[in-house]
C-alpha cells in the first residue's frame, strides 16, 4: 500500500531530515511511527501525502509512484487519503462543521448525504455540541478533534495521522486509539506518528522507529522502547 | 465536476468578496480607477481619429473650366462627373462666385488685390467626394475630360493626412495595450492584497483533495465580480465624465465637434466586460504565481 525506496529528503535550508530510508506498509496494517522530536517523523508523513516530495528515492502509494503526479493526480491522492495534522490545519472561517463539510464537498456528496455523516463522525470525536464553533474559538484538544473528523469522514483506505492524540487527555486519547482500531480492523491501513508511549506500548502493533532521520528499528509487535 | 460545484463556487464567491470587504472595495475601487482612465484614453484616441478622419472627408477636387464653355457643356461634364465611383456632389462655383469668395479671404491684404485687379479666375466645379480614398481614382478619371482646363487635387494633404491617421491608430492602439498590460499588473497586485492571506486557506483546502477548479473557482469569480463592480462604477464614472467634458469643453473647440461615433451604452458594456475579465485574469495570474502546484 505506501513503499518508501531509498528516500532522502533534505529542505531548502540544508537540513537532512530523511536519510535513505526504506520500508514498505501492507493493507491493512497498524503502524506506528515513533522517535524524538526533530527525528523526520512529520517529514516522512508529508512525504505520503505529497505535500513534500523526496530529494532523492521512490515514495510508492497504491502502486503509484507518486513523485511523478500532475497536480490534479495529487489530489486524487488526497482524497484517498484521511491526513490527521500535527497542527490541525482547520480553516479558520469556517465552522467545525463547515470543515469537516469541506472534505466530503470536495468529492461532491450530496448536502444531505454530507449532513449525516459529518453529524456521526463529530458524535463519534465527541463535537456534536461545538458544531457552529470556529476553530479560534475552540481548545486545542478540540481542534484536534475536528482535524481527526475531517480525516475519518471519506472513510479512507488509508489514514495518516500526525500525533491525532497529542492534545488529548488520557481517557479521550484512548476514546479515539478505540476508534482507529476499529476502523483497522475493518480494513483501513493506519500509519501514525506519535510520541505516546503508553499507547503504543498497549496497541501492540508494528512500530518504526526514526533517529536522525533514519530508521533504527523496524517490528512487528513492537513497544516504544 | 457535479451541479453542485457551480452553486458552491457562487457560495464561496460571494463570502469571500463580502468577508474581506476592505480589500475587496480597494480591488473594486482601483479596478474602477483603471477603467476610467482607459475609458479616457480611447475616448481621446476616437475624438482625435474621428476628428482627422472628418477634415480628410472634407477634401475637395477643384477642377477648372475653360472660358467658353457653353451652357449645356457644362451640364453634361457636370453629369458626366457626377457619375465617377466616389462621386458625392458636384457644386458649380461661376467665376463672379470665385472671385467674390477670394476677395472675401484676402479681404485684409490690399496689396494683393491691387496687383490682381481684374478678376482672373474661371469657372469652377468643387468636387465632394465619398472618403478620402477616392481621390486618386476620381482625378484619374477627370483627367481626359473635355471642356476642363486644369484640376486641383489635395493630393499632398490627403497623403499626409492619411500617413497620420496610420500614426494616431498605430500610437493609439499600443498606448491602450501597454495600458491594459499594466492595469493588469496593477490588478494582479491589489487582489493580492485581499487573496494574499488565504493563500494558506488555499494550501488546506488542496490537501484536504480539492482540485484546480474546487479552488479557483471561487477565487477567479471573486476576481470577475470585483471586476463587475469596478466596470460599472468606471462606467458611470467615465459617462459622467464625457457628457461633462462634452458640454463644457468639446463645445467651445468647434473643429472636434464634428461627429465622433462614441456610444455610450457599447463603451459602457466595453467596459464593464474588459473589467470582469481583466478581474478573472488577474485573479487567475496571482492565483498561478502563489498557489503551490
Ligand atoms: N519546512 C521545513 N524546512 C526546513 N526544515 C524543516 C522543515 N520541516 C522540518 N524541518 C526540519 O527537519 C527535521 C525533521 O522535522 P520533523 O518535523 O519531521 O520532525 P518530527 O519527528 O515530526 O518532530 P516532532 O516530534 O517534534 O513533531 C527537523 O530538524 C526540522 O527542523
Ligand atoms: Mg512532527
Known sequence: MIEFRNVIKYYGNGVLALEDVSFKVEKGEFVFIVGPTGMGKTTLLKLIYRE??????????????????????????????????????????????????????????????????????????????????????????????????????????????????GNLDIATSWEIMEFLKRINSRGTTIVMATHNKEIVNAMRQRVIGLYNGRIVRDEYNGSYE | MRVLSIGYILREAWRGLTRARISSFAAIGIIAFMLVLLGIVGYIFNLVNCTFAGVSNQLEIIVYLNDNLKAEERKSLKDNITSIEGVKEVVYIPKNEAWKRFKETFKGNKLVLEIIGENPLPDSFEIKLIDRNYINYVSEALRDMPGIKDIDVPLDIANRLNSLIKWVEIGGTLVILVFIGVSLFIISNVIRLSFVSRIRELEIMQLVGATGIFIRGPFILEG????????????????????????????????????????????????????MMVGGIGSAIFLERHLKR
Open chain 1, 52 to 165: 513534500e516530495l523526496p530529494t532523492k528515492g521512490k515514495v510508492i502509494v497504491g502502486g503509484v509512484d507518486i513523485t511523478r503526479l500532475r497536480s490534479y493526480q495529487v489530489a486524487l491522492l488526497r482524497r484517498r487519503l484521511g491526513i490527521v495534522f500535527q497542527d490541525f490545519r482547520l480553516l479558520p472561517n469556517r465552522t467545525v462543521y463547515e470543515n469537516v463539510a469541506f472534505a466530503m464537498e470536495v468529492l461532491g456528496y450530496s448536502k444531505k448525504e454530507i449532513r449525516n455523516r459529518v453529524g456521526r463522525v463529530l458524535d463519534i470525536v465527541g463535537l456534536l455540541h461545538k458544531s457552529n464553533c470556529y476553530p479560534n474559538e475552540l481548545s486545542g484538544g478540540e481542534q484536534q478533534r475536528t482535524s481527526i473528523a475531517r480525516a475519518l469522514v471519506n472513510n479512507p483506505p488509508i489514514l495518516i495521522a500526525d500525533e491525532p492524540t
Open chain 2, 224 to 275: 470577475v465580480l470585483c471586476g463587475f463592480f469596478g466596470g460599472i462604477i468606471g462606467a458611470m464614472v467615465f459617462n459622467a465624465l464625457v457628457y461633462l467634458f462634452n458640454r463644457y469643453i468639446l463645445s467651445s473647440f468647434p473643429l472636434f465637434s464634428t461627429a465622433t461615433n462614441f456610444n455610450p451604452f457599447t463603451s459602457s458594456l466595453g467596459l464593464v466586460l474588459f473589467g
